[in-house]
């Protein structure tokens, strides 16, 4: 009879850490010295009007880029435990801890010199803000893909020698090799839910971000080029042949470089776009023409979708579609940038289908809406109708006492036709709904939203009511929850109806508002 041993069971050895790719070492440094290109330039001007000899650019080069090389050699990660790990610096020691049951969303994000090398930069959103994520900078493409599967579908045969998880079978995989299994984790079998039609570039002047960006790039350089006409011959001779052409044209020019423009950001952002969706439901969105960009959604973390469709796209009959999930550390930018897109501007064919394929619910997705009533009509009109009544008195004072020219006089009932038309439009957007599975709210004329929002997702309420709207007897019903903008809006609704939309969708929650 064998005798119980009292030695203790040795502890299993901590996972190993785990360097980035080597080939980043081509990339940190190169980095690093653009970061500090501003410093260099000004030393190197600096040094233009002086009699010495020391060449102080050429010492910080080298060290520059010394420190691109260090900081690769001080970053290090690995996976056990539960948790992933992520340590960095040399004297200054930092190391970030997150769970893998707390990881949201991994993005990887190419820049064309990370393509160029086959590597990508890996970005994991964890719960809690938009600020709490890991960045591992970078990998190489088939390793940064692997690790995404791990993290978000928690698969058992991964390749050690990329994420740091034991092998399979106990045995050391060697270093450069990639199991088929671990090949096969990171591929799960898709469906494809949509990919972007070249044709669909026509939408990309008719939304408000698109114009915005390409306005903002028109006014830069007309002020660079307005500057330059001062000084130079050629361009004050094109200033001078711009100035001499007709109102129209100039507009006309003016509307076809902000369009061009937008469908150039269009291309570059959205390119190559492609969603799909695995047999676990994580959707998996893949898109850029130089910068490439790869967002998987675990499905556990989708609290709903949201539609936009602003007014340009809205009268071509199109929209777009982004998911409103936790942990996403671009979502809150609203931007071309964002990791939340489900699709790109295209026509509401094709978005709205899509819609009802991530959220079988077609109540919600397309249903009719509970209008607000007359009291939300009123101040609707009211808010559009202040400004604009404003705005004509003072074209009024205007032409009364500075003696402006009398044609200002003929914009006072186009203003007030526009705000009357704008007051209607917002009203016929407001709108509600409760579905068994969803809640839905809509606004917005110029911006307009619906987002179908999951009812377990919601996990708190405020009834919002200023003095105006006390007086028309309406009231802000707000769904609080953990994802997305962190709260959505249910605007000027009867009060008696948004305690009965709170005591529906969470009763246990309306005795508090008893």
Not at 94 to 102: N, V
Not at 118 to 132: F, K, P, Q, W, Y
Not at 272 to 280: C, E, P, Q
Request: charged content about 20%.
């Amino acid at each position: 009879m064998t005798e119980p041993s009292d030695v203790p069971e040795a502890p299993e050895p901590a996972e190993p850490w785990r360097r980035l790719d080597g080939r980043m070492l081509l990339i940190h440094p190169l980095e690093t010295l653009v970061r500090f290109l501003p410093a260099l330039l000004a030393i190197f001007v600096a040094r233009l009007g002086s009699q010495g000899d020391d060449r102080w650019e050429l010492i910080a080069l080298p060290l520059i880029l010394a420190f691109g090389v260090l900081r690769w050699a001080t970053t290090r990660y690995r996976i056990g435990d539960g948790q992933i790990e992520l340590r960095r610096g040399l004297l200054n020691k930092q190391t970030t801890t997150a769970r893998l049951d707390k990881v949201r969303a991994v993005d990887l994000t190419a820049r064309l010199h990370h393509r160029v090398l086959g590597l990508t930069r890996v970005e994991i959103s964890t719960a809690g803000s938009t600020h709490d994520h890991l960045v591992l900078d970078s990998l190489r493409i088939d390793a940064a893909r692997i690790l995404r599967a791990e993290l978000l579908h928690r698969a058992e045969s991964v390749d050690p020698s990329v994420t740091g998880l034991p092998a399979p079978t106990g045995e050391p995989v060697p270093e450069g090799e990639v199991p088929q299994d671990a090949v096969a984790a990171s591929h799960p079998v898709e469906e494809e839910l949509v990919r972007l039609d070249p044709a669909w570039v026509r939408y990309a002047p008719l939304t408000v971000t698109g114009l915005a960006g390409a306005a903002a790039v028109v006014a830069f350089v007309s002020q660079v080029l307005s500057r330059y006409s001062e000084e130079r011959t050629v361009f004050r001779d094109g200033a001078s042949w711009v100035a001499g052409l007709a109102w129209w044209v100039d507009v006309l020019f003016v509307l076809a470089v902000v369009s061009f423009l937008a469908v150039a950001g269009y291309v570059l952002t959205f390119w190559g776009f492609r969603l799909t969706r695995n047999r676990l439901g994580t959707l998996h969105s893949r898109r850029g023409l130089l910068t490439s960009r790869e967002t998987s959604i675990d499905a556990s973390r989708i609290r709903g979708i949201r539609l936009d469709e602003p007014l340009g796209l809205r009268l071509a009959g199109a929209r777009r579609l982004k998911v409103v999930t936790t942990g996403l550390a671009h979502e809150q930018g609203g931007g071309g940038g964002g990791s939340d897109w489900l699709c790109p501007p295209a026509p509401a064919s094709v978005v709205t289908p899509l819609a009802t394929r991530i959220r079988p619910d077609e109540a919600a997705v397309s249903g009719r809406l509970t209008p607000h009533g007359p009291a939300a009509r009123r101040r609707r009109l009211s808010r559009a109708a202040v400004p604009a009544v404003a705005l004509s008195v003072a074209l009024v004072v205007a032409r009364t006492v500075w003696d402006w020219h009398p044609a200002v006089l003929t914009l006072v009932p186009l203003l007030i036709v526009a705000a009357v038309a704008l007051g209607l439009d917002r009203y016929r957007a407001l709108g509600h709904a409760v579905t068994p599975e969803h809640l839905v709210t809509r606004h917005g004329s110029l911006d307009r939203q619906r987002v179908v929002l999951d009812r377990p997702g919601i996990i708190g309420w405020t009834v919002q009511q200023s003095p105006f709207q006390r007086r028309a007897g309406v009231a802000t019903l707000v769904a609080t929850t953990a994802a997305g903008a962190q709260h959505y809006d249910i605007v000027d609704v009867p009060v008696e109806r948004a305690y009965a939309v709170l005591a529906e969708v969470s009763p246990e929650l309306a005795r508090e508002f008893r």
